[in-house]
């Protein structure tokens, strides 16, 4: 029961996608891409990708791996299949951002880099949503919390077939009138699709039962979750199959997001109001490190909902675009998934060590692989540099952004040697570090999963 309860691969996607913020981290601190270069720049699609696909795609990715049989209370359906997929999407990621230096004369010109690129991130996604989907399928009805992941591997589908698009369009190919149309006017469509759905949507999904699981609060399943499920839902569909249509007859896609804008809006204030409840009942009086920076992460997405909805309002939001994506991107998905990935890595590690010696020999607490008033130093620089960083891009500071960013790579950098500290039981008591019967964790992979 242990080893099914294990992702195997799990640990690698996590170890690639910090190395992907690091290392975008790394070009923002040395100014390249936005805001030193525009915004649809081939410099800064470099950087949006390694965050996106890089970081967070892979982030969500392998905790899905994990935590969707959880979800379910189903085994996955294979342990096989996410190493191909991390290769594919890795290396078709790899071949992307080749061809985007080749845009920006970086790399000489190759027009079948984006064709490379294309095929291998779909063969890695398709993998991901092959395996995630037959998982739920073996748990239909889904739960509420399964529900939200469902909708999210469909935005993700949605995300990679615009990718798609203009992908292939950079390589001169599709290049019927209604591709093209859909190149000039989807990209919001593509965004919204990405962080809204693939990663805020399943996000929150997600957030409902790990947040009850870790502060001992009552499981989410109520009228107010529904409804955030439904509205959230009808805002993705009105985005992705509005805006499509909106573009197959010539229309603009204006009108599509602002009815699309109301439903999310909605969607998120009914959020908010769980994720409370669960803050208000739960039984562990004194919450851990996770949970308390989940909440910060949370108010980051607070904020950057009610700055949108003022710049909309007031006609600015074009000239703070970067601004409110790089919060969203920075303080609420990667802020949460920094939160969340300390406790996760903490959790998986136990499990896999001294699960199979439980109640045969003494043994750590979860608690006990980790220290956190030294990681919680790190989590409040690493929010602080972002609260600074994005300042300084609505004050259009780019060399005190660069600043930031290099503060926002420390903290980063600090919270992964907490990770591996905890991976490799640094923390743990000697006494009861290995008891007979268990072994040293892998940095990359687990040993128990089926």
């Known amino acids: 029961m242990i080893g099914a309860t294990l992702s195997r691969w799990t640990l690698s996607y996590f170890a690639c996608a910090i190395a992907f913020l690091l290392g975008a981290e790394a070009l923002m601190a040395l100014g390249f891409g936005y ?60 071949a992307l951002i080749a061809g985007f230096l080749q845009l920006a004369g970086d790399l000489p010109p190759n027009s079948t880099t984006f064709v490379v690129a294309s095929a291998l991130l779909g063969i890695g996604f398709v993998l991901v949503l092959w395996n995630l989907g037959r998982t739920l ?18 935005s993700v589908a949605a995300t990679v077939t615009f990718g798609i698009v203009f992908t292939l369009g950079f390589a001169g190919l599709a290049q019927t009138p209604f591709l093209i149309d859909l190149r000039a006017h989807g990209l919001p469509l593509h965004i919204i699709a990405g962080l809204g759905g693939w990663l805020t949507f399943t996000a929150i999904g997600v957030s409902h039962r790990l947040l009850a699981m870790f502060m001992l609060s009552p499981e989410l399943d109520g009228a107010s979750t529904r409804w955030t499920f439904h509205l959230g839902t009808l805002a993705l569909a009105v985005v992705v199959v509005g805006g499509v249509v909106a573009i197959a007859f ?3 896609v204006d009108a599509v997001l602002a009815i699309a804008g109301v439903a999310g809006l909605a969607s998120l204030a009914l959020y908010a109001r769980d994720v409370l409840h669960l803050y208000r009942k739960r039984v562990r009086p004194v919450i851990e490190l996770n949970s308390r920076m989940a909440a910060v992460a949370l108010e980051h997405l607070a904020a950057a909902v009610l700055l949108t909805v003022a710049c909309a309002a007031l006609g600015l939001l074009d000239r703070f675009a970067g601004a409110l994506v790089f919060l969203v991107g920075f303080g609420w998905l990667s802020g949460l998934g920094l939160a969340k990935l300390y406790k996760i890595v903490a959790f998986v ?72 500290r905890t991976r490799r039981l640094v923390n743990v008591n000697a006494a009861l570090r290995l008891p007979t019967g268990a072994r040293q964790p892998r940095l990359l992979f687990t040993f128990v999963a089926s």
């Open 137 to 154: 399928a073996t748990a239909w009805p889904l739960n509420i919390s399964a529900r939200f992941v469902a909708v999210g591997l469909a």
């Open 35 to 94: 805001p030193g270069a525009a915004q649809r720049s081939p410099e800064t699609l470099v950087l949006v990708h390694c965050v996106a696909i890089g970081w967070l795609s892979l982030l969500m990715c392998g905790a899905l791996f994990q935590f969707v049989p959880v979800l379910v209370a189903k085994p996955i359906h294979s342990n096989a299949l996410p190493l191909p997929a991390l290769l594919s999407i890795v290396a078709g990621l790899v």
């Open 250 to 252: 010539g229309g603009g």
């Open 349 to 420: 590690t136990w499990l896999e060590c001294y699960g199979p010696v439980l109640g045969k020999t003494p043994t750590p607490r979860v608690q006990d692989l980790v220290v956190e008033p030294r990681a919680r130093k790190w989590f409040w620089l690493y929010f602080a540099a972002v609260d600074v960083a994005t300042l300084c891009l609505v004050a259009e500071l780019p060399l005190a952004f660069r600043a930031a960013a290099a503060v926002l790579w420390i903290a980063t950098a600090a919270i992964a040697v907490e990770l591996v």
